[in-house]
């Protein structure tokens, strides 16, 4: 597989399980009753989300060098 091809690849898998778990974060929210473990649950997936997003947005940046 050609490199560009493979970042793109990569990049493409990334925005997808990102939109998959914020799917399924804000389905199983809007499900579940306010208590500390939903709230605490919401805390740890926008963590990932955050960490995600700038791990993508560092690809687009400086995307891996041919070696």
């Known amino acids: 597989m050609e490199g560009g091809r493979r970042v793109t690849v990569i990049l493409v898998s990334g925005i997808f399980f990102l939109v998959v778990f914020v799917a399924l974060t804000v389905v199983a929210l809007s499900s579940a009753e306010l208590n500390v ?19 993508l947005i560092g690809a687009v940046r400086k995307p891996p060098e041919d070696g």
């Open 37 to 55: 473990a939903t709230v605490l649950f919401a805390g740890v997936s926008l963590f990932v989300c955050v960490a995600v997003i700038g791990a």
